[in-house]
């Protein structure tokens, strides 16, 4: 009896993992196809009709129709490791799964450069998607973005960064929505082809924002004495 006790349980617990597959699949599947369909901006991939995938390689741009342009690899896009997701709680002390608004993450990523005069110009676009908790609901989302080229090595070094804030509608009866942005302000001074190689491109949610960002220095103020 204890045999076929164990038996039926261990067909029991089979049964329960394939259901929880499947519901997962699709699920998955669900939200897949809903934030390709439910996109009115316009086509993300007509934005980069040259470069556009997931996981971007690196990608010899043609020949400019400029003859004094010359030949260059576009730096590839990363998303920046801890930076991927992003949770909106409704209280920032003790938050728990229940207490969730709305998750932000990241879906494909594409880019381009274009060289003009001694400079390199890097056209980066994003998408990615917002999804509502428990206590999420139709509105507004603020969406933090970072972008920054990174020139790798032992000393990596920033070479130009940019926060921007993106809003972001959630309509009605929507459980969740897409969001595209497409940065055309990354250039930067065009590097040697060995230096290029290790440029990289990383996106991320960034909460902090703007408080990230280098303030100029106070400027001493000027003092004048009176002369008797």
Known sequence: MGRGNDREQARGLRGAAALIGTAVLLSGCSLASSVGSSDDSPSFTSRFPNLFSSAMPRVTQPHSPTPTAPEVECPGVD??????????????????AGDLRYQLSFGQTARECAVQGGNLSIKVGVQGRVIL??????????VPLRYAVVREGPQPKTVITKFKRISVTVPPAQTHIP????????????PSRSELDAYVVYVGFDEIGDKNEKKAPKTAKKTTTRQQ
Request: aromatic fraction near 2%; charged fraction near 20%.
């Open 79 to 96: 998303i920046r490791t801890g930076a991927s997701t992003m949770n909106v709680a409704a209280k920032t002390a003790d938050a728990t």
């Open 133 to 142: 908790g428990p206590m999420g609901g139709p509105g507004q989302v603020d």
């Open 179 to 190: 969001f595209v942005d497409v940065e055309e302000g990354l250039t930067v001074p065009l």
